[in-house]
């Protein structure tokens, strides 16, 4: 394959940097050769190899400039006329849960009510957990899932699973819990909602089994917690598992101090394959508690090294649109007195985001809808007042709902919205049933972020495994706004291809002030980059969205190989 001719020269000056970079510490570890690969760099340059050096790459532009690099012991690479990205950063998931396959129930396949009983009876039946012994789910969204469209009641667990307690996780926000569960919580007829929480009751004013926010942690607080080297396993199956869709990185978006120190453990031991991003999870029902947990803390923000980092606190607002729980300024369309669900208490919300910022750690807020978004941009302003934001990037988690106006005040504050397509996805038939087509249309709105922020101001990103982890079904969305249906929401807000990898190679670092080091096939930056099954920039747009990698290579390293 040649150089596109304007790109000549660019390619051969970063093979003469490479060169020079290499100085006396001998030849390229690897050169792939044969490519079309898409640098992602400022000019979005298309090169046909590379060199790769002890982690970083050390050359980019043409087989004969990349063979120039090369060693009697360097492994050279043929890579077909296949093309390569950079390395995808997902902004905001909680990979952590991926490796939970094998000791959760795996829920995604339920259809109905009797298919979600099934798979619990099975696990039990083929796990053989003892009686008494705790029952815990993957997590999924009964109500755009199920043909009832609806969540288990405790009675339904029972009947599958009466000798054991059954925690059944969804997307978050919501929980079930059998009868078991719930007498181990204490959760009775004369049980209290928690702040910002509700226990759901049937028309006798017995616990149903659904609990919502805070709620869910009575029940949680009673399942034992896994051991350290059991975290390290399931950490590091997550990080193979998001490897298979070509990430290389990714912000863990809300985790207590032990999966933190699991993170640096797995990487410690070099058996990390994500570069990872640590949102603390620190939640307190007073300034005060808060105040002991930020003197406390076993961490710093935004302090770490080349494979774990910490990434701010995590707070919540409200819930999510399918869960008809997002906190919203007009109500939902099939329910006029319900306008979601705040969750937390808006005066120590405030309080506790002015700690943080002087405490030196920024704020990531679960925010889904507008009258959420006005809560935490308040509540960013007047920390502002008090001490500065400016360029600590503060952010707005999800921000599905916000509106232009809350983009400017986002913009002036210097604070981050990571928001994810995914949701329009296979959720966006529930996302307009529940808060009507106008406000479906207005979701997620990828171009005026986009155009307001730059790259450096919002990226993409999944919430995995509330959605899908996929990438590629991520960029498919972003570039046509079509749901599994072919409909089509918001089409004003609709990118291109190059925008739409942008937002998953260049801009997802600005998350971890690393965007110098990673996000672009350049000289010098990690050595992260992902082979394709197909050409990103010139597959029909309805195939986007079904392109897989063939390799993922980290840090030079091959971290995953679809042939093997």
Known sequence: MRLLPSLAT???????????????????????????????????????????????????????????????????????????????????????????????????????IAQAQAIIADFIRAKQVPAGHWVQTSRWHPPSQLQEQRYL?????????????????????????????????????????????????????????????????????????????????????????????????????????????????????????????????????????????????????????DWVRTAGIKMFADGGMTLKSAYIRDAYADDPHNHGTLATDPAVYRENVRLANRYGWRVGTHVVGDAAVDLALDAYEAADRDQSLRDKRFVLIHASLITPEQVARAKKLGVRIDAQNAFMWDKAATVERYMGPRLANRAVPTKLLLDTLGYEGTAAGTDNPVNLLNPFVGMYVMVTRKDPRGRIYGPDQAITREQALRLYTNAGPYYTFEERKKGAIEVGRFADMVVLSADYLSVPEAQIKDIVPLQTIVDGKVVYDAGR
């Open 10 to 112: 660019l390619a051969a000056a970063a093979a003469l940097a490479a060169c020079a970079s290499l100085g006396g510490t001998g030849p390229a570890d690897t050169v792939y050769l044969n490519g079309k690969v898409i640098t992602a760099d400022k000019a979005f340059s298309i090169a046909e190899a590379v060199a790769v050096k002890d982690g970083r790459f050390v050359g980019v532009g043409s087989n004969a400039q990349m063979q120039k690099l090369a060693g009697p012991t360097t492994r050279t690479v043929d890579l077909q006329g296949r093309t390569v990205i950079p390395g995808m950063t997902d902004s905001h998931s909680h990979m952590n849960n991926a490796g939970t396959a094998e000791t959760t129930a795996q829920m995604l396949p339920a259809k109905t």
């Open 153 to 305: 009641t405790r009675q339904e667990l029972d009947a599958v699973a009466p000798d054991h307690p059954v925690f059944v996780q969804t997307v978050g926000h919501f929980a079930m819990a059998n009868t078991r569960a719930l007498a181990l919580a204490g959760i009775g007829r004369t049980t209290r909602d928690p702040v910002g929480g509700k226990i759901f009751r049937d028309a006798n004013g017995e616990a149903t089994g659904v609990l919502e926010e805070t709620a869910i942690d009575l029940v949680e607080a009673k399942i034992p917690k896994p051991g350290f080297e059991d975290l390290v396993a399931q950490t590091i199956a997550a990080q193979r598992i998001y490897n298979r869709s070509g990430i290389t990185s990714t912000v863990d978006a809300a985790v207590d101090e032990e999966q933190i120190r699991v993170y640096f453990a797995v990487a410690e031991r070099g058996q990390a394959s994500v570069r990872t991003g640590t949102k603390w999870l620190a939640r307190a029902d007073s300034p005060e508690a808060f105040e002991r947990m930020l003197k406390a803390a076993k961490f710093k923000d935004n302090t770490g090294n």
